[in-house]
């Protein structure tokens, strides 16, 4: 225990004090600056300590309370206090008055957040001591809790900003900030001190898995981050890399209506019914052959009912879906024959028949079960649908063959009055749109480990059409969180999905889908946000543009990294949003430097300003601005 020093208190004291309390409304605490300390910086023992000004912070004694105040404004006021004296400068009756914001108090154990008392009029302020400043940027409760270092305070480069590993990776995170300032640094900064901290730990990698969803391949480099993580290269143009997922995961309800953008009301059902009768075929059939023989029964069924119909605008639909799924059919000479051609329609009788003269098309009729010849609906079986109906070969490609039986449900439906045309045949094309996008991006195999014994994975859509990165970010997501939540051993308690430029997937904006199907994309991704945590589920979010995303999302997480903004929609969103920032705060976003960022939320105790450390080049993100004048320059 250091010796009392009485003389050493009383010179800090006498040196540290700015001045007293004149004004206390609520949180809201005045102070009048003593003249003799409007200097910006102070000597003490050879120390260049840093006077108070805007944005910094300072101590109120109120007698065995030290209170702590952040400084928000401040203003001058007339002295009036003094004579007048002709000879004096005019700043001899100008009295600095700053305006500040009580924010915690100080302990034996450190810096509390939180209002416990409030000063007195009168009482003296005074500038923090070193001790006192690292304690309010003590983000720890105890020594011994692990921290990351991700830089240090933007108005002093001597205080290190080192944040505790349990508060930050235990809450969902979102990191904004427009195009160069430095948002996709942070978020490489972040999660490589992480793997560093971490690195050769086995129940680290054994107890946490990492998600990243990469849209412009920022994350893919061998080295970035860290190394040793898995890596799908995902491009819709040329094969690269695939994602391997089982054939019973893909028929999953869930997955399909992400697959076929399906919405929530109408389509959903309707691939439900669709779902149900595949699985239907596979009980039944034993085999693929006894499969296939089921399904012409049913096709060729349906198009004997088909023509018992004598509603036209009904009828063609469906005689256009069953050539969908049967094979097309070829003349001798190798051209295609229109299955159409081997009926007739009667537009004044109202009825379909076999080709032949108008006046005795009554005796081709369809639907007469009465004619000779037709008692169990022969004249059909002469048609080209049905007998292609008959040559129906299961394809090889699964997804193609749940298409067809989509097409068969969808008949049904609708001779039966139980869908309609123009609601649900969206949903099939839509799917029928995808099927190349799903075979250049997912591998359907059996018992194959989507993280390959890595307990980080990035996946790097940089390649990939605009479908595809709409549909493989919402597939995975929903797909890793919902086997985590059904995991009841718990083998992995922890996961964490990072997506960056999240506006690609989050954004409640996009005109390119519909309203249903965008609140449903919406809906699961809110889901995990709010109830993730429950499950050991978090995700981390970066985007430009926060005005995009949905509110919701913004609002649900707990800490921010916000870089520069200076559009005046995402900085309203951020104001209405997040909780967490003081006007100062707010004011500072537009004119914050490269690599600067507010920090705030649960993870801190009060939002501060960061610079953030640099990183070894080989492991920063891949998004560095062109250098023109290298190239340009003779």
């Not at 996008?437 to 993280?451: C, G, Q, Y």
Request: a negative charge; glycine letters at 4%; proline letters at 3%.
């Amino acid at each position: 225990m250091e010796p009392f020093n009485n003389e050493a208190i009383i010179s800090e004291l006498s040196i540290f004090r700015i001045g007293e309390v004149i004004s206390i409304s609520g949180r809201e605490v005045k102070i009048a600056v003593d003249k003799e300390k409007n200097l910006p910086h102070i000597f003490f023992y050879g120390q260049l300590i840093k006077n108070v000004s805007v944005g910094s912070y300072l101590k109120i004694l109120n007698g065995f309370d030290m209170l702590i105040a952040k400084i928000e404004t401040e203003f001058i006021n007339q002295d009036n206090s003094q004579e007048a004296v002709n000879y004096e400068e005019q700043g001899h009756h100008i009295k600095r008055v700053l305006c500040t914001s009580l924010i915690g108090y100080m302990t034996t154990s450190g810096f509390v957040k939180g209002v416990k008392t409030l000063p007195l009029v009168g009482n003296e302020a005074y500038i923090l001591n070193t001790k006192e400043f690292s304690s309010i940027h003590r983000f720890v409760q105890n020594d011994d809790e692990l921290t990351i270092r991700l830089g240090t305070l933007s108005t002093d480069s001597q205080i290190i900003v080192s944040l505790g590993v349990q508060n930050l990776f235990s809450n969902h995170v979102g990191i904004f900030g427009n195009t160069g300032s430095g948002k996709s640094y942070t978020l490489a900064q972040i999660y490589h001190r992480l793997f560093e901290l971490f690195r050769g730990n086995d129940n680290f990698k054994a107890n946490s898995r990492f998600l990243f969803i990469d849209f412009n391949g920022e994350y893919s480099g061998d080295s970035v981050m860290t190394e040793g993580k898995k890596v799908y290269k995902l491009s819709t143009y040329t094969p690269i890399n695939k994602i391997p997922m089982s054939q019973d995961s893909v028929m999953d309800l869930d997955t399909l209506c992400i697959f076929a953008s399906a919405t929530e009301k109408t389509q959903r059902p309707f691939i439900s019914r669709a779902l149900n009768l595949y699985h239907w075929l596979r009980d039944k059939g034993g085999n693929k052959d006894e499969m296939q023989n089921i399904f012409r029964a049913m096709l060729c069924k349906n198009i004997k009912a088909i023509f018992t119909m004598e509603d036209k605008s009904k009828v063609e639909p469906l005689l256009e879906y069953i050539v969908s799924i049967v094979p097309p059919k070829y003349d001798v000479d190798g051209f295609g024959v229109d299955l159409r051609e081997s009926v007739s329609y009667h537009e004044t009788h109202k009825y379909y028949y076999l080709p032949g003269d108008r006046e005795s098309a009554y005796k081709r009729k369809l639907s007469d079960r009465d004619l000779e010849g037709n008692k169990n609906g022969e004249f059909v079986e002469r048609t080209h649908y049905y007998t292609q109906a008959l040559e129906y070969q299961i394809p090889d490609d699964f997804i193609r063959f749940f298409i067809d039986i989509l097409y068969l449900q969808l008949v049904q439906d609708v001779k039966n009055s139980r869908a309609q045309n123009d609601h649900i045949h969206p949903a099939i094309e839509k799917l029928k749109s995808m099927v190349r996008n799903i075979s250049m991006v997912l591998d359907f195999k059996e018992d194959v480990d989507f993280w390959d014994k890595s307990n980080i994975v990035v996946v790097d859509l940089r390649m990939a059409n605009q479908d595809t990165k709409k549909m493989i970010p919402l597939l995975l997501c929903h797909s890793a969180y919902k086997q985590h939540t059904q995991n009841k051993d718990k083998a992995t308690p922890y996961l964490n999905i990072v997506i960056d430029e999240a506006h690609n997937i989050l954004s409640y904006q996009s005109t390119r889908e519909s309203e249903s199907w965008k609140d449903y994309r919406l809906e699961v991704f809110e889901e995990i946000i709010k109830e993730g945590r429950k499950f050991g589920v978090f995700m981390t979010i970066a985007s430009q543009r926060p005005s995009d995303i949905s509110s919701t999302i913004v609002s649900q997480l707990h800490n921010y990294f916000i870089h520069r903004l200076v559009n005046d929609e995402d900085l309203t969103k951020v104001a209405k949003t997040i909780s967490y920032l003081d006007r100062i705060s707010q004011e500072s976003l537009p004119i914050l430097p490269t690599g600067s960022c507010v920090v705030a939320g649960q993870v801190v105790e009060m939002p501060l300003i960061i610079q953030i450390d640099k990183m070894n080049d080989r492991h920063k993100p891949d998004n560095e601005t062109l250098k023109l004048l290298d190239y340009w320059k003779a």
